[in-house]
């Protein structure tokens, strides 16, 4: 289960895929994440930022998710881009709040 609190403040939970990434998951909550180029980590519309108990639990950002964090104004310290953490049953009970427009 993923909790999401979307960029309206709803809060969603749901049952994630096993083996997919979040951003294709997020979109239908319309919750806020858009995911304009389709999971490349070049668009940043995916934006979320992670509950801080869970951000040491991920896998640290690869470099081109790193660069395009680095230029979105609205970083914050547990700023991921959902396209990129495939969900695992590790990640059962993961919060995720989706990150405001820029
Ligand atoms: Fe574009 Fe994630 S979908 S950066």
Same mark, same amino acid.
């Given at each position: 289960m993923i909790i999401v609190n979307g960029q309206d403040g709803a809060r969603?939970?749901?049952?994630a895929?096993? *083996? $997919?990434?979040? %951003?294709? $998951?997020?979109?239908?909550l319309k919750a806020g994440v858009v995911g304009l180029c389709n *999971?490349?980590?070049? &668009? *940043?519309? &995916?934006h979320v930022y992670v509950a801080p108990e869970w951000a040491d639990r991920l896998e640290a950002p690869d470099e081109y998710e790193e660069? %395009?964090?680095a230029e979105m104004s609205n970083r914050q310290k547990f700023s991921r881009l959902s396209c990129q953490i495939e969900y695992q049953p590790d990640l059962d009970g993961l919060e995720l709040t989706v990150a405001p427009r820029r």
């Open positions: 969603h939970e749901f049952d895929k096993k *083996g $997919q990434a979040l %951003m294709w $998951q997020l979109r239908p *999971g490349n980590a070049a &668009c *940043g519309t &995916c660069e %395009m964090l």
